[in-house]
């Protein structure tokens, strides 16, 4: 997909192009700096741009990190809308139109180049973030695609006005005249003739307002070269009354005269310098001029591909990549050129370190890291000109390998080149690009990471679904224990839905993740045991939320809530337990019978049936614990009986007996209610000890999938809760002296047809026969045999 060699006619001949501004200027002098839309230019500065305090660029890029991502940054909060933005194109074009959503991504970076503004370092490190993100764009744009578009560029003209002549040194031929008038001599010498190569034959300067000038333009005309534009530095020239320096700038042109082959009577135009090769060794002496200005001979370098003076005047990473590149382009040009037998015999005058030299774009990046000069080594591993170095070369693998580093590092990446690497990772799978897979996806998790952290709930589900499967399952999971706010919640599955996730599985999984979170075992536990409801318990029943938002899932939540529940009464936390319980919809059973009715199913699927009896155990359980609670706390509150007071008078006796006849009937009223309790609490209990078909917490269907977790949990409870209660129905009967229905509890739990007795402890049967004997002699106090029969004569 990537071009391995670069395209030369966009290089050396951008007629036609407009590119647009990009760069904030350095100073007053030098407004223009221009950023062109080629292959090798669309990433680079100009040499005179960029920030005038340097010293954001000498710190190690590498090593931003927390600093850009502070929230009182006002940069970053200004480029915060990137990140829903990005979504927002991402999801609007199809993989047909890749293109157009990257020319979309780099709109929008270019944007926000210009609405984050201001001098702090925060503020401009994020600002040549997005810089640096924008020509990262600009760049894969250009070599996955290989179209240049043209860029927009205002009015050149606006920012030269303030040297732009019809003549050219205008003020030192204003001396001259001065001079020819008066015959007076200068105390400073100048040129007497005005020809271009005057300063330098004669070795005399021009004047003062002259020689600025021409820096002012030298500079100038290089930053258009720089940009791709040299057809705009010709005109510059003519505007200034230089077009004998435009017509220098015209030898690269390939001679090509149309007449010789078009067999037309009309003559025809002829194009390109017939002198190509003569222009060509003259363009590389004076580049090798010392005399001359340093701008001018990296003008001459860059069209006759001689690298020193060249990389005399480039400052920074990009703009070394660009000598090197232009100068690599140049070689093979003529190389193909001389191969091709259209090159001509000047070309040989040219150095041998010219004409040997084998440049490859390996061998560029090679050269950059060996370099002397301390901006550019650190510049070279800043985070998005190694991307780019990748980029060109065409190696994805490596350029994953960088990120994989990254990602791994201690210190964290800026948000916004996560998500540019997120998107570029993106861009490359919708090519159809072999990636490596387990790179991706770890880029993809650290923004998703990112997103949550920075509460972007909107965005979180469309790149979790980028994800696979499986992990795009436990990622949005996770995701959705971090969502409190009940009201986000029917948005995040919304959003889940939306993006194609498995919003079933989703909801399932966060579920069985919290409710999982404590280890305690099923097993029996000390009466010391803390029953109130934790935070953690809380946390375990406000999940089953998820489950409740959709119909649909009305077994699952089912399912999770006898879950959660199981693990509350063996606990002893019966609130909890009632908690959970109460969030279950009424309509449950008859919702999960009408769904698989609906899909012409007689009956409902095992594992159904068996939760929505298992449910029904648990309301039989929680009813018969509410009951004794009730019970136990109405026998604790017997009525007083009043204390008489002395009856020295018979206003104190009728008071006596008042109050006398107000207990009884309190009492009488507390009996009565007593005694309804305890029927309440006997029928309750009884409902779980003799629980209908089979007996409590055991499935009626067994061809349902094995749960051996469950099963165990079910059995446990069995143990745990049976005995309990029958200990807590026995102190009741015995508390409202009922010895005899108390015995015949015996009787139940002896039963070969309930079988109780198995859930027993050894232990448990031998308290359990010692309170029963409490209930015999209490019957033989009364009279009656051990058992509540009358004694036989």
Same mark, same amino acid.
């Given at each position: 997909?990537?071009?391995?060699?670069?395209?030369?006619?966009?290089?050396?001949?951008?007629?036609?192009?407009?590119?647009?501004?990009?760069?904030?200027?350095?100073?007053?002098?030098?407004?223009?700096?221009?950023?062109?839309?080629?292959?090798?230019?669309?990433?680079?500065?100009?040499?005179?741009?960029?920030?005038?305090?340097?010293?954001?660029?000498?710190?190690?890029?590498?090593?931003?990190?927390?600093?850009?991502?502070?929230?009182?940054?006002?940069?970053?909060?200004?480029?915060?809308?990137?990140?829903?933005?990005?979504?927002?194109?991402?999801?609007?074009?199809?993989?047909?139109?890749?293109?157009? /959503?990257?020319?979309?991504?780099?709109?929008?970076?270019?944007?926000?180049?210009?609405?984050?503004?201001?001098?702090?370092?925060?503020?401009?490190?994020?600002?040549?973030?997005?810089?640096?993100?924008?020509?990262?764009?600009?760049?894969?744009?250009?070599?996955?695609?290989?179209?240049?578009?043209?860029?927009?560029?205002?009015?050149?003209?606006?920012?030269?006005?303030?040297?732009?002549?019809?003549?050219?040194?205008?003020?030192?031929?204003?001396?001259?005249?001065?001079?020819?008038?008066?015959?007076?001599?200068?105390?400073?010498?100048?040129?007497?003739?005005?020809?271009?190569?005057?300063?330098?034959?004669?070795?005399?300067?021009?004047?003062?307002?002259?020689?600025?000038?021409?820096?002012? /333009?030298?500079?100038?005309?290089?930053?258009?070269?720089?940009?791709?534009?040299?057809?705009?530095?010709?005109?510059?020239?003519?505007?200034?009354?230089?077009?004998?320096?435009?017509?220098?700038?015209?030898?690269?042109?390939?001679?090509?005269?149309?007449?010789?082959?078009?067999?037309?009577?009309?003559?025809?135009?002829?194009?390109?310098?017939?002198?190509?090769?003569?222009?060509?060794?003259?363009?590389?002496?004076?580049?090798?001029?010392?005399?001359?200005?340093?701008?001018?001979?990296?003008?001459?370098?860059?069209?006759?591909?001689?690298?020193?003076?060249?990389?005399?005047?480039?400052?920074?990473?990009?703009?070394?990549?660009?000598?090197?590149?232009?100068?690599?382009?140049?070689?093979?040009?003529?190389?193909?050129?001389?191969?091709?037998?259209?090159?001509?015999?000047?070309?040989?005058?040219?150095?041998?370190?010219?004409?040997?030299?084998?440049?490859?774009?390996?061998?560029?990046?090679?050269?950059?890291?060996?370099?002397?000069?301390?901006?550019?080594?650190?510049?070279?591993?800043?985070?998005?000109?190694?991307?780019?170095?990748?980029?060109?070369?065409?190696?994805?693998?490596?350029?994953?390998?960088?990120?994989?580093?990254?990602?791994?590092?201690?210190?964290?990446?800026?948000?916004?080149?996560?998500?540019?690497?997120?998107?570029?990772?993106?861009?490359?799978?919708?090519?159809?690009?072999?990636?490596?897979?387990?790179?991706?996806?770890?880029?993809?998790?650290?923004?998703?990471?990112?997103?949550?952290?920075?509460?972007?709930?909107?965005?979180?589900?469309?790149?979790?679904?980028?994800?696979?499967?499986?992990?795009?399952?436990?990622?949005?999971?996770?995701?959705?224990?971090?969502?409190?706010?009940?009201?986000?919640?029917?948005?995040?599955?919304?959003?889940?839905?939306?993006?194609?996730?498995?919003?079933?599985?989703?909801?399932?999984?966060?579920?069985?993740?919290?409710?999982?979170?404590?280890?305690?075992?099923?097993?029996?536990?000390?009466?010391?045991?803390?029953?109130?409801?934790?935070?953690?318990?809380?946390?375990?029943?406000?999940?089953?939320?998820?489950?409740?938002?959709?119909?649909?899932?009305?077994?699952?939540?089912?399912?999770?809530?006898?879950?959660?529940?199981?693990?509350?009464?063996?606990?002893?936390?019966?609130?909890?337990?009632?908690?959970?319980?109460?969030?279950?919809?009424?309509?449950?059973?008859?919702?999960?019978?009408?769904?698989?009715?609906?899909?012409?199913?007689?009956?409902?699927?095992?594992?159904?049936?068996?939760?929505?009896?298992?449910?029904?155990?648990?309301?039989?359980?929680?009813?018969?614990?509410?009951?004794?609670?009730?019970?136990?706390?109405?026998?604790?509150?017997?009525?007083?009986?009043?204390?008489?007071?002395?009856?020295?008078?018979?206003?104190?006796?009728?008071?006596?007996?008042?109050?006398?006849?107000?207990?009884?009937?309190?009492?009488?009223?507390?009996?009565?209610?007593?005694?309804?309790?305890?029927?309440?609490?006997?029928?309750?209990?009884?409902?779980?000890?003799?629980?209908?078909?089979?007996?409590?917490?055991?499935?009626?269907?067994?061809?349902?999938?094995?749960?051996?977790?469950?099963?165990?949990?079910?059995?446990?409870?069995?143990?745990?809760?049976?005995?309990?209660?029958?200990?807590?129905?026995?102190?009741?009967?015995?508390?409202?002296?009922?010895?005899?229905?108390?015995?015949?509890?015996?009787?139940?739990?002896?039963?070969?047809?309930?079988?109780?007795?198995?859930?027993?402890?050894?232990?448990?049967?031998?308290?359990?026969?010692?309170?029963?004997?409490?209930?015999? /002699?209490?019957?033989?106090?009364?009279?009656?045999?051990?058992?509540?029969?009358?004694?036989?004569?």
């Amino acid at each position: 997909v990537t071009p391995r060699v670069p395209d030369v006619s966009s290089i050396l001949a951008p007629g036609g192009r407009t590119p647009r501004y990009t760069h904030t200027p350095r100073n007053a002098l030098s407004s223009m700096n221009l950023d062109d839309s080629d292959w090798t230019n669309s990433m680079y500065t100009s040499p005179v741009s960029g920030m005038e305090n340097t010293s954001f660029f000498t710190d190690d890029i590498t090593n931003l990190s927390s600093a850009l991502l502070k929230e009182d940054d006002p940069g970053e909060a200004a480029a915060a809308s990137l990140f829903p933005e990005f979504l927002g194109s991402f999801l609007k074009h199809s993989s047909s139109a890749v293109f157009e /959503l990257l020319e979309e991504y780099q709109a929008l970076c270019q944007d926000k180049v210009g609405s984050v503004a201001g001098q702090n370092s925060k503020t401009a490190g994020v600002r040549w973030l997005l810089l640096q993100e924008n020509c990262t764009w600009r760049l894969i744009t250009s070599l996955y695609r290989y179209l240049i578009a043209k860029d927009q560029i205002g009015d050149f003209s606006d920012n030269i006005e303030y040297y732009a002549k019809n003549v050219c040194w205008e003020n030192t031929l204003h001396a001259l005249k001065l001079r020819r008038k008066s015959g007076a001599a200068f105390t400073v010498p100048l040129v007497t003739e005005l020809d271009p190569d005057a300063p330098l034959r004669q070795q005399r300067p021009l004047a003062d307002l002259d020689r600025e000038d021409d820096v002012r /333009l030298l500079k100038n005309l290089f930053t258009l070269i720089r940009a791709g534009m040299t057809e705009e530095a010709q005109r510059l020239c003519k505007r200034c009354g230089q077009a004998w320096r435009a017509a220098t700038l015209e030898g690269w042109k390939l001679y090509h005269d149309p007449n010789m082959t078009s067999g037309s009577i009309e003559l025809q135009p002829v194009e390109g310098n017939p002198q190509r090769g003569i222009w060509k060794a003259c363009c590389w002496r004076m580049a090798e001029e010392e005399q001359l200005n340093r701008y001018e001979r990296a003008i001459y370098a860059s069209l006759s591909g001689n690298l020193k003076p060249l990389l005399a005047v480039c400052e920074s990473w990009e703009d070394c990549v660009w000598a090197h590149f232009r100068v690599m382009v140049d070689s093979l040009v003529e190389k193909d050129l001389m191969s091709s037998g259209m090159a001509h015999q000047e070309v040989e005058t040219l150095p041998r370190e010219y004409l040997e030299a084998n440049w490859t774009m390996e061998k560029v990046f090679e050269e950059l890291q060996a370099s002397e000069t301390k901006r550019v080594l650190e510049e070279t591993r800043e985070h998005y000109h190694v991307i780019q170095k990748f980029v060109i070369l065409g190696d994805l693998d490596g350029l994953l390998e960088e990120f994989s580093d990254w990602l791994t590092a201690s210190k964290p990446l800026p948000s916004h080149l996560l998500r540019f690497m997120t998107h570029l990772v993106l861009f490359f799978r919708s090519l159809g690009l072999a990636l490596k897979e387990e790179v991706c996806v770890d880029v993809l998790k650290a923004y998703v990471s990112l997103l949550i952290r920075d509460q972007q709930t909107e965005l979180v589900a469309s790149y979790v679904s980028q994800l696979p499967a499986e992990l795009a399952t436990a990622q949005y999971a996770a995701f959705l224990e971090t969502v409190n706010q009940p009201e986000l919640r029917p948005r995040c599955l919304q959003l889940a839905t939306d993006a194609g996730l498995d919003v079933a599985a989703i909801t399932k999984l966060v579920v069985e993740t919290v409710r999982e979170r404590d280890e305690t075992e099923f097993t029996h536990h000390s009466q010391t045991l803390e029953t109130a409801t934790t935070k953690e318990d809380l946390r375990k029943i406000d999940v089953i939320d998820w489950l409740l938002f959709d119909p649909a899932h009305r077994a699952e939540s089912l399912k999770q809530s006898n879950a959660i529940m199981r693990k509350f009464l063996a606990l002893q936390k019966h609130d909890a337990a009632k908690a959970v319980f109460s969030k279950v919809p009424e309509d449950s059973m008859r919702e999960i019978y009408c769904q698989w009715t609906g899909v012409g199913q007689t009956t409902a699927p095992a594992e159904d049936e068996n939760a929505i009896r298992e449910h029904l155990c648990i309301r039989a359980y929680l009813e018969a614990h509410e009951a004794f609670t009730d019970w136990f706390s109405h026998s604790s509150s017997a009525p007083q009986k009043p204390a008489p007071a002395p009856e020295a008078k018979f206003t104190e006796r009728v008071a006596n007996e008042m109050r006398e006849k107000e207990y009884e009937s309190s009492l009488a009223a507390w009996s009565a209610r007593l005694d309804v309790l305890t029927e309440d609490v006997k029928e309750r209990i009884y409902n779980v000890l003799l629980f209908v078909d089979g007996g409590w917490m055991i499935d009626n269907r067994q061809d349902s999938e094995q749960d051996s977790e469950r099963s165990h949990q079910m059995a446990a409870l069995r143990s745990l809760c049976l005995p309990r209660l029958s200990f807590l129905l026995l102190s009741v009967l015995q508390n409202s002296s009922r010895h005899q229905e108390a015995l015949r509890l015996a009787d139940i739990i002896s039963s070969d047809q309930h079988r109780l007795y198995q859930v027993f402890s050894k232990e448990e049967l031998r308290r359990f026969l010692q309170k029963l004997r409490e209930s015999s /002699l209490a019957l033989l106090d009364r009279g009656v045999d051990p058992l509540g029969y009358e004694l036989q004569p």
